[in-house]
Structure formats: structure tokens, C-alpha cells
């Protein structure tokens, strides 16, 4: 008698095959459903505003947003070529996220580390982080300028608290075996904290960094709409001003748009950080 | 010739969540001699993992002392290895790294303890898995990491948490073989924690038998079985069977203590 492992001959050929299909086709399906949910949302809201339902005036119509893009595009703003709008705004999320995420994830491990600075500070970083931080624009306006400055510094204090707090908790969460396990091995305080402790907290940090990137966006538009003489939020601000709700969904737009790209930006970041990690399975990511 | 790990009364409390004070251990009397195979059984929950924590220096005790080579443990000290229940490999470290993490930590340069932990790696049987990572790697694969990384330090006395605990059979009474085979060419003294009183008796010279909490050492038993072993067939040997009832006898009734309060705290 010998066991009953078949050759791998036509019906199981056929079975993967017929998976391959399947998968491709709900790939196709999922994609046809997407793009009728945008042709309903926005021919709706395109109708709609030509039926006279809604009122153009207020809340415009795609048709003059996708208008306005173009003007911008070609003719440049009233402030300039639209893509240095684009790029000071970039310069100023960036920058912010960049200085945040650093002091966050820096004093983020120090209090993770240390229980009586974490004792000591705990409640002035809480305290901190009920103030509704956005205000700090205002202060930093006043302080340092209407330049890029103010607008990476407003950025910079939304990212670093998410950070700060992720990098904290991470250091705190570290499996105590693998403190232990270096310890015994003879690692240093130094060791512990930059091979252990650092390597452990990074899926919650870098976990942290896909909301931190959205709110280091909200700062640098913020930071510029307190007063700023070039950007994306000043542009919207601008618009704003003038009545021109096709100019504020068009400013809309561009923000999402960069907001989209820097998250597939930081996905690629997080996968070269966390190489050691089985792959992740999941089919969608939201 | 003074004993490689001696613990005179040693007692360790723990503070419980709610405040309460908790006795693990209570007057326990053990000593190790150098090059010794020492297994300690008992119940769950008896304070066993807590006695390997007493002589690695993690914790310190209560009362009593704890010595290795008689000096006072006050701290974690070169010279000892832990081989952790859990998985204690480093999951962002390939096999290589994890393996090197020991002699680079003592100081010795990169390049030189790689050169040392491929020769530990292929002597616990991962030759060619040097560059992947613990997650890539089966359960029995990364006790064998953890294996080398301990071992590679050259510790005089290795503690082991029931380290096989969460093997299947067949690939723990390998490993079994493999660690009393990587253990005589080493003069390191053992204490090897585990539930499983034949895993103890087939590894060991010397059985400890520890109480219910508050763990006490029972009855300590003598394995005059001959070495070298194979673990998987000397069990079936008779003197085997002679000293399993034997420890047995005493194991049980603390097996059943320790059952019994588990019930009673499960019910209320």
C-alpha cells in the first residue's frame, strides 16, 4: 500500500487556475465599484448644483474645481506658481514631522527609560496634551514670523505628542524576556536601549507615524492660515476671502492629494523599518 | 571543593498587585557542585522560575543567601547563561546577529564574534540559516538559537526555564539529546527547571523536588543513571522506572496540593 498523495496532474492545475481567475476578476470588480461611487458622488453633486438644488455659490460644483485646478495649473495663483504653494507647504509638513517625530521618539524613550522622569514630567506632558495644540500656531505667528519657520514649529508640536506618546508606551510594552535576555547576555545600558529597547518600540512608532504625517499636514496649513504669504492653506485662505468656494475645494484636493502620497511613502518606510516582521497578509489597507 | 551555586535559606516575597504580600520560595536549601546536571521539579507556581531569577541576579532575595562560586550574588554577572521558557531571541536579529549579541556585548569587535557565532551556529545544526530571521525559523529552530547565544559566552553555569516545554515530543527529546551532547564538552553546572519529571530524571544528575508554594525543597534524589544518555530510550531501562517512583511518591502529593488550591481559587 503506499500513500495517497496524487500527482499534481490536471484537476489541481485546473484548481489554481480557476483561484487566479477568481482573484483577478473581484480585483476588477472591486475596481468598477470604486470608480461608480465616484461618478455617483460627483456627477450627483455636479447635477445637483445644475438642477439648481444646491446653491453653486456655496459649495461649488467639480466641474469648476477641476476648473479652477487647471487655471492654477497653467495660469499659476494669485500668489504665485501653484507648485511652489505646493512644495512650501510639503517644506513646512515635512519639516515639521521630521523635528517632531525626532524630539518625540528622543524624549518619548528617555521617560520610557527613566521612572521618575516619566513620574515627574507625567503630568505637565498630559496637561500639554489636553490643550487643543492647533492654538500654538497663533503664539508661534507672533514669535517667530510669518516665514516657514512658525509653520514647521506648529507642525512639529501636533507630531510630537502622537510620536512621544506611541515611543513611550512602545518602550514600556518591551517584552521583559528580551530585557532580561540581554541583560544576562552582558548588555549595557546603551546596548539595551539602542538594540532592544529602540528596535521593540519601532512598530509602535512607526505605527504612529502614518496619523502623526496627517496631523503635521493639519499644522503646516494651520500655521498658515494664522498668516502666511505662500502655501496651500494660504491659497484656501485666500480663496476663502474672496468667496470662491471652487478655489478652498480646489486647495482640498491638493491636500489630499499630498496626503496620499506621503502615506504610500511611509508604508515603503515602515517596511524597510520593520523588516523583521512576517509580511502582512491583509488584502486592503485603509 | 565549595559548591559552583549554593542558596542557604533563601526566602522571596513578592508585593502582589492589590498589596498583599506574596511568599514564592520559603527556607529553600540548595547547592549545586561544579559541572553538576541539576533538574528541580515541581507543581506549578512553586517558585521554580523564581529560584533560576535568585541565582541569575535578577531578583534578589528576600532573605538568605545566594552564592555561585562562592560569592554573594548581587547582580547580574558574567559567567552565567539563561535559556528563557519563552521565546527571549531578538526578533529583529537574524540568527547571526542574535547569536553574536553575547561576545560583542563583552566587548569583542564585530567581526570576531561573527567568526565565533558561526562556529556555535553550526555546532547546534543551523549551518545555512545564519541570515534569516527567528520568524522564519521553526519552535525547535529558535531554542536552538537561544541555545548557541547562551552558550557561546562560555557561562560556568546555565539556567534553563522549561525551556522545551513548548516542543512537540519528538523534536524535544532531540533537542534533549543535543543539549546533554553541546553539555559534556562544556564543564558548565546546569539547573534546569521543568514540570515533567521524566525530562528531569533523564537529563539530570541530581532532582530536586520543591513544595507547593512556598516552595522548600522536599527531597533531593541522586540519578545514578550511566552517561552518555540517549533520552529517548532510557527511560525504558529498569532502574529508570525504580527512581521515577521514587520521586514520584513525593512529587505527587504536592502535585495534588497545588491542584487542589488551584480549584478552590478557580471556584471563588
Known amino acids: 500500500m503506499s500513500a495517497g498523495i496524487e500527482p499534481a496532474g490536471r484537476p489541481l492545475l485546473d484548481l489554481a487556475a480557476r483561484r487566479r481567475n477568481d482573484a483577478r476578476r473581484r480585483q476588477l470588480n472591486v475596481a468598477a465599484l470604486r470608480l461608480l461611487v465616484a461618478v455617483v458622488f460627483l456627477g450627483g453633486w455636479e447635477l445637483a448644483t445644475r438642477l439648481g438644488w444646491i446653491d453653486v455659490f456655496f459649495w461649488s460644483q467639480p466641474s469648476a474645481i477641476v476648473a479652477k485646478l487647471w487655471y492654477w495649473i497653467t495660469q499659476g495663483t494669485d500668489l504665485g506658481p501653484l507648485w511652489d504653494q505646493v512644495l512650501t507647504t510639503m517644506e513646512e509638513t515635512v519639516g515639521g514631522f521630521v523635528v517632531g517625530s525626532i524630539l518625540g521618539v528622543a524624549i518619548g524613550v528617555a521617560l520610557g527609560r527613566s521612572r521618575l522622569l516619566s513620574d515627574v514630567l507625567g503630568p505637565y506632558i498630559k496637561a500639554a496634551n489636553a490643550i487643543p495644540r492647533v492654538v500654538v500656531g497663533a503664539l508661534f505667528a507672533i514669535s517667530l514670523g510669518l516665514d516657514i519657520k512658525s509653520k514647521i514649529a506648529t507642525a512639529a508640536v501636533l507630531v510630537f505628542f502622537v510620536v512621544f506618546f506611541n515611543a513611550f508606551q512602545g518602550v514600556r510594552e518591551v517584552d521583559r524576556n528580551l530585557i532580561a535576555n540581554a541583560r544576562i547576555l552582558g548588555a549595557g545600558d546603551r546596548q539595551l536601549t539602542t538594540e532592544i529597547l529602540i528596535p521593540s518600540a519601532l512598530s509602535w512608532i512607526v505605527a504612529s507615524l502614518h496619523t502623526s504625517f496627517g496631523l503635521a499636514l493639519v499644522g503646516a496649513v494651520v500655521g498658515e492660515l494664522f498668516g502666511a504669504t505662500a502655501g496651500v492653506g494660504e491659497l484656501i485662505y485666500a480663496a476663502k476671502n474672496n468667496f470662491d468656494a471652487a478655489g478652498v475645494f480646489a486647495g482640498m484636493a491638493l491636500l489630499a492629494a499630498m496626503a496620499l502620497v506621503a502615506e504610500a511613502l511611509i508604508t515603503a518606510l515602515e517596511d524597510r523599518l520593520i523588516f523583521w516582521r512576517p509580511p502582512v497578509t491583509t488584502e486592503t489597507r485603509i | ?268
Open chain 2, 1 to 268: 571543593m565549595s559548591s559552583a551555586i549554593e542558596l542557604r535559606d533563601v526566602t522571596k516575597r513578592f508585593l502582589t498587585p492589590s498589596g498583599g504580600v506574596y511568599t514564592a520560595l520559603r527556607d529553600l536549601n540548595i547547592a549545586v557542585e561544579p559541572s553538576e546536571f541539576c533538574a528541580v521539579v515541581g507543581p506549578t507556581g512553586c517558585g521554580k522560575s523564581t529560584t533560576l531569577a535568585l541565582i541569575s541576579g535578577l531578583e534578589p532575595a528576600s532573605e538568605g543567601e545566594v552564592e555561585v562560586f562562592g560569592k554573594p550574588v548581587s547582580g547580574i554577572e558574567s559567567g552565567i547563561g539563561y535559556v528563557f521558557q519563552a521565546d527571549a531571541v531578538f526578533p529583529w536579529k537574524t540568527v547571526l546577529e542574535n547569536v553574536a549579541a553575547g561576545p560583542r556585548y563583552h566587548g569583542l569587535s564585530n567581526r570576531d564574534a561573527r567568526i565565533k557565532a558561526r562556529d556555535w551556529i553550526a555546532r547546534v545544526g543551523l549551518a545555512g540559516f545564519e541570515d534569516r530571521y527567528p520568524y522564519q525559523l521553526s519552535g525547535g529552530m529558535r531554542k536552538r538559537v537561544a541555545l548557541a547565544q547562551s552558550l557561546i559566552n562560555g557561562p560556568r553555569i546555565l539556567l534553563m526555564d522549561e525551556p522545551f516545554s513548548a516542543l512537540d515530543v519528538q523534536t524535544r527529546s532531540l533537542m534533549e539529546n543535543e543539549l546533554l551532547g553541546l553539555w559534556s564538552s562544556t564543564s558548565a553546572s546546569v539547573v534546569f527547571v521543568t514540570h515533567d519529571l521524566e525530562e528531569a530524571i533523564s537529563l539530570s544528575d541530581r532532582v530536586f523536588v520543591i513544595t507547593a508554594a512556598p516552595g522548600t525543597v522536599k527531597s533531593n534524589y541522586k540519578i545514578d543513571l550511566p552517561r552518555p544518555r540517549n533520552v529517548a530510550e532510557i527511560r525504558f531501562q529498569p532502574r529508570f522506572a525504580e527512581i521515577y517512583g521514587e520521586i514520584w511518591n513525593d512529587l505527587r502529593d504536592e502535585v495534588l496540593v497545588s491542584y487542589e488550591r488551584q480549584k478552590r481559587s478557580g471556584a471563588a
